[in-house]
């Protein structure tokens, strides 16, 4: 199915929330044409159903004129967001999410913590420089020096 549209026939009256792809086609959502917000993650083939959503955005000002709804701004860091719920899934997930370190146990209040913590944290090897994030990556380098030491020791009995 060719999904190419003209802009004459594109309607859209949410003033700007249609998403076409720069090759003049829609995104593929189940094989038919869809819409999304570019406000929020909602995703629909229905032009109606789509033009009910974009009013969630929208608020109606004291002359009667619609206008797009006023921003939420993350206190914290300063993100916009379009919609409350949005900026309260990234406060979530950013800001009061806690995660551990997976080589140290460290717990870290937010995520930026976390990722600056988890670019210096290694699991680190004491018989060489070798460093390494994933611990069965570690343990199979730790077992090379098992079979290494085992193998010396087999040759030193050897000798006998």
Not at 41 to 68: A, C, M, P, R
Request: hydrophobic share 20%; aromatic share 10%; proline share 1%.
């Amino acid at each position: 199915i060719d999904n190419k549209i003209e802009e004459s026939q594109v309607r859209n009256e949410g003033d700007g929330d249609l998403k076409i792809s720069e090759t003049g086609h829609f995104n593929d959502f189940d094989n038919e044409d869809h819409y999304e917000c570019e406000q929020c993650d909602f995703k629909t083939s229905d032009e109606s159903e789509f033009g009910l959503h974009s009013k969630y955005h929208q608020t109606e000002t004291v002359d009667g004129k619609i206008e797009k709804a006023s921003n939420y701004d993350c206190e914290i860091c300063g993100k916009p967001f379009s919609c409350g719920w949005g900026l309260k899934r990234h406060k979530k997930q950013n800001h009061e999410k806690v995660r551990k370190c997976n080589v140290c146990n460290e717990q870290f209040l937010g995520l930026d913590p976390w990722s600056l913590h988890n670019k210096t944290c290694f699991f680190t090897c004491d018989q060489c420089d070798y460093k390494e994030k994933r611990l069965s990556r570690y343990e199979g380098h730790m077992r090379r020096h098992m079979r290494e030491q085992n193998l010396s020791i087999k040759n030193d009995d050897s000798d006998y």
